[in-house]
């Protein structure tokens, strides 16, 4: 187990997150961050992160797409819920449509952890033919089988494709 792994374990892993993301498509192409996640393993997801107790669901999405995109949203609507367990990972994901009203560009930090151990390593839109090139293990089940930003915009319900370990 590398360092950043250990790291990654020691602050999310061994109990139930309730984490919030925001999809933000603009000009037909989705945010996408990369998140290094130890040795050569990097996984792609759209911006957000865990809940702080005490704070709405739009709130701490909110703080969480400005610390890690630099950008102030507005959520538009709530698209799905997803579950993601692969231990000592296990998230309840709450998934909302955003739209950008300010702020600057840029990638930002998780507070939650040093500056060794930084997570985000990238950002980036993407257009589906280009999520469709990224390898499956490394971006969001939610983004597997999509054929089309419309496949994105009808996502409803519950999902849990990934948790193999259940079966």
Known sequence: MTKLEKEIEEKFGGRLRTR???????????LLLKHKMGGNKYFWSVPGGGMKYGSSATENL??????????EIEIKRFICTSEHLAPPLHA?????????????????????LSDE???????????????????????????????????????????????????
């Open 92 to 112: 309840i994901e709450l998934f909302f449509e955003v739209e950008v009203t300010g702020g600057e560009f840029k990638m930002g930090k998780d507070p939650e």
């Open 62 to 71: 909110k703080r969480e797409f400005l610390e890690e995109t630099g950008l």
């Open 117 to 167: 151990f930084q997570l985000i390593t990238e950002m980036r839109f993407f257009d589906i033919e280009n999520i469709a090139f990224i390898k499956k293990e490394e971006k969001h089940h939610l983004f597997w089988g999509i054929k089309s930003l419309n496949d994105v915009r009808i996502w409803k319900g519950y999902f849990n494709f990934e948790n193999n370990c259940l079966k």
């Open 20 to 30: 919030v993301n925001g999809v933000l498509i603009q000009n037909e192409k989705i």
